[in-house]
């Protein structure tokens, strides 16, 4: 990267960490069960629902719990439950105007993190009927209250129900932004493990790898904050003590609550300190190829990791230290390696692969530049890289294997 654009990222950085402490951030008022939503909802008068969620949840019949509940209160639902994977505009605008439509009052993301951002999408335009969604890409472009937004997980992965971002993708352009602004925090999070109890072992180590990951970037970011930096530690040993667990034994609640708390605590830490180029290649990647994001973050971040080189290894020893992956005594370097190996182990036992499939050569520059334009200037990442050397990143998680090629 050019020197100057290389002080301007820097600079950037240095003001947002600065003003990190009078910023208004907040967290959501946790709730036990989705039983606890009516009371919330009737305490303000909230008559009509909508709740939106993904086919594969609507299939399990996961929502009629909360819609018995809700309907024995006297208050009327609506569901829309056809987000895709990777939340599209369409996604959002459809479900928007079903809000519309139903007179509904509040809005309840229920699933993993595409249905929880398409409801925050949704949100962003209830607040602001007349701007268009891809009007709020970036940061703070929203401007006003959404209508009371509750999340409910059934992944433990995303952090979603804590974090500022709602993460879109343009059905024309396959481009995948993010909308950042602090009205786009949920009010309320219900932390339920009976949600997640069904989830295949597939999705269970996807997802929290993808917590992992946002904890990971969180950490060895350079917009830290003591609070940050300890709950980005807490979520790494929780992950590290209980995702192989929820993996290989899903009705473990204690590991699947444990693994609950790891995905909001690094929701804590990344919605305040921000992620990096890990979560910058995989946007791409999911908008162009519909990868999903849990899944494209857990094969991109030890090629990441790897790549950050000296710049990472003292706050990865850090971790490793900490969790007991190196010992105390363990120089940088080693304990570097050593978090690096284990993420590389966790990802081969959660039957993870180590390289993305299907990237089509000629596609990563345009990537590389969505890539660029989403990070650069303001993920504060150890160690800066430009649209170049981003391709060359594309090069490695592909592991030099390209669609069409030899």
């Known amino acids: ?75 009327g639902v609506t569901v829309y439950a056809e987000t895709r994977a990777n939340p599209t505009v369409s ?118 790898m993808d917590a992992l990951t946002h904890a990971v970037e969180a950490f060895i970011g350079r917009s830290t904050t003591p609070y940050t930096r300890k709950m980005a530690r807490q979520a790494v040993q929780l992950i590290h003590d209980n995702l192989l667990e929820a993996y290989e034994h899903g009705d473990n609640m204690r590991a699947r609550r444990n693994m609950l708390s ?21 946007h791409s990647l999911g908008g162009r190829y519909g990868i999903p994001h849990g899944l494209a973050n857990a094969i991109i971040l030890p090629h990441m990791l790897r790549a950050y080189g000296d710049a990472a290894a003292p706050k990865l020893a850090d971790l490793a230290r900490m969790a007991g992956i190196a010992p105390a005594t363990a120089q940088d370097s080693l304990a570097a390696e050593a978090f690096i190996d284990w993420v590389d182990r966790m990802n081969e036992a959660l039957g993870i692969p180590k390289y993305v499939s299907g990237i089509r050569r000629s596609d990563i520059p345009q990537m590389a530049a969505h890539a660029d334009a989403e990070a650069n200037p303001l993920y504060p990442v150890p160690l800066l890289m430009d649209r170049l050397e981003l391709e060359h990143m594309y090069e490695v998680v592909a592991g030099g294997m390209f669609e069409g090629e030899n």
């Open 1 to 75: 990267m050019h020197l100057a654009r290389r002080a301007w990222c820097r600079t950037y950085q240095t003001v947002f960490r600065i003003a990190l402490p009078i910023l208004p951030y907040t967290e959501p008022r946790i709730l036990e069960h989705a039983e606890d939503v009516p009371a919330v909802l009737q305490k303000r008068s909230i008559q009509k629902v909508l709740i939106v969620t993904d086919p594969g949840i609507a299939r399990l019949g996961l929502t009629a719990p909360l819609e018995t509940a809700l309907a024995c209160r006297g208050i």
């Open 91 to 208: 996604n959002v605008e459809e479900a928007a105007s079903l809000y519309r439509e139903r007179a509904c009052q509040a809005i309840i993301g229920f699933g993993g993190g595409s249905a929880m951002d398409c409801a925050k999408g949704v949100g962003a335009r209830i607040a602001q009927p007349n701007k268009p969604i891809n009007k709020m890409r970036g940061l703070l472009r929203i401007h006003r209250r959404l209508p009371l937004l509750i999340a409910v997980p059934t992944t433990a992965g995303t952090g979603s129900e804590v974090t500022l971002a709602a993460v879109i993708t343009d059905d024309e352009t396959h481009y995948k932004y993010p909308i950042n602004d602090f009205v786009l925090i949920p009010r309320f999070a219900v932390h339920d493990p009976e949600f997640t109890r069904g989830l295949p072992a597939s999705i269970t180590g996807r997802t929290g």
């Open 262 to 282: 790891a995905a909001y605590k690094a929701g804590v830490a990344f919605t305040r300190s921000y992620v990096g180029y890990v979560h910058a290649i995989a």
